[in-house]
């Protein structure tokens, strides 16, 4: 059974920066093209940013270009979401997913998990 677990959240004031993790189970990352998502409150969720199987292409939502990096770590088996200049904006739960569609960033549903609270104080 696939679980994904994103860890690294948490509060922080606007400018600073944060880093979160994807961990899966079942789910080699190296195999696979993955995507973050964040939801705000009272807001649908939204696309972040992609990664391609090999890591060399990627892929961010305008809000976040310039300001966020995805990466992976394939040895490890972890992705990651560099933030950095966060703004109040920012604050949301983020979740990763597995992305069946590069150009629509379908995901496949069901294997969403918890996401990791950031919020950004001005």
């Known amino acids: 059974q696939v679980q994904l677990v994103e860890s690294g959240g948490g509060l922080v004031q606007a400018g600073t920066s944060l880093r979160l993790s994807c961990a899966a189970s079942?789910?080699?990352?190296?195999?696979?093209?993955m995507g973050w998502f964040r939801q705000a409150p009272g807001k649908e969720r939204e696309f972040v940013a992609a990664i391609s199987v090999s890591g060399r292409n990627t892929a961010y939502a305008d809000a976040v270009k310039g300001r966020f990096t995805i990466s992976k770590d394939n040895a490890k088996n972890l992705v990651y979401l560099q933030m950095n200049g966060l703004k109040p904006e920012d604050t949301a739960i983020y979740f990763c997913?597995?992305?069946?569609?590069?150009?629509?960033?379908?995901?496949?549903?069901?294997?969403w998990g918890q996401g990791t609270q950031v919020t950004v104080s001005s």
């Open positions: 079942e789910v080699t990352f190296s195999t696979v093209m």
């Open positions: 997913n597995v992305l069946q569609s590069w150009s629509s960033r379908q995901v496949v549903s069901h294997y």
